[in-house]
């Protein structure tokens, strides 16, 4: 017996929209503010005549951010991110009025929040959300420990991503306070405070570890998720070597979306975490590894070479971990 036409049309478009809702949740949405980070912090630079960092900004949302998001966006959103990321690099390259960089900015700030209601009732569950400032929260601590040394700057952009990131943070935290137990949400409000201020006054990264602990420490009360210890060096190197397997694996297999989000993987949940302990041993590797993993991969990955040429690549980059392991001990 078959369904009714509308019945039947109905069932499709619940099932599409299942199959819509993003595969790993926290990560989508920290992802997204992430990228809503780096573009806050480029229009800051624009409107303040710095466009050569207001260009080094807003290329990680598309050149690495996109893809670790894309298998979770609907065809439809993947289009107008594209679309977006077109239009404010036209618009940085042209040099145009700041209104207008902030216009175009500000539609792809309207895709964000399209995207993140795919996300359901989940994005308005306290749960939910006290998970997604802890993250957001842990990724602003790890961009200030390389972006200030010693009570100086070191890295301006590192140093404006952790601005930017506690500001989303703080965003998230003021639109579900209320549904948060009220001395929970005391006591994160004031860590969140504590490390804005630590960061506004190039403090001690040891200070702002221990605001952002108490603040993660609250949000796991609420969450019921307890905070995971650090990992360790030896655990990031183990991962990093896991996911270029992966992708290696993906691309013989013709997966080559797969393959770019198992190495953006590599880089940005790992090798990151490495930088800073490894450019203390030895600057000239890190900044080797850091291109490699970060750039060069993915774009000969982009490029379509053999698999034996893909792979000779991967291994290589492997070797290059091998050393840095070594000199960290691990």
Known sequence: MSLPTSLALLTLTLTGAALAAPKEPIKFAVTLEQMRGHYDASLLNYRNGDLAMAAKHAKHPANELYAA?????????????????????????????????????????ADVDTALATLGAARNDPKFAAQVIAQILENAEHEYEEGVQGGKVTNLAEYQDAISYVARARTWFDRSARNFPQRQRDETAGALRDAAAVIARKGDVKTLEKAVDQAKEELGEISGVKQAPKSSNAAYFAN????????????????????????????????????????????????????TLREDLRALLKSKPSAQKFNAAVDAALAELKKARALLGE
Do not use: C
């Open 69 to 109: 998001v894309r298998g979770d966006l609907t065809p439809a959103l993947q289009q107008k991110f594209l679309a977006d990321y077109a239009r404010i690099n036209q618009t940085l390259a042209a040099k145009k009025p700041y209104a207008e960089y902030q216009k175009v900015m500000n539609t792809f700030y």
């Open 240 to 291: 990093i070597n896991r996911l270029l397997a992966a992708a290696k694996a993906h691309y013989a297999g013709g997966m080559t979306d797969d393959a770019e989000e198992a190495l953006i993987g590599a880089y940005l949940e790992n090798f990151e975490y490495l930088e800073s302990p490894l450019a203390k041993q030895d600057k000239a590797l890190e900044t080797k590894l850091e291109k």
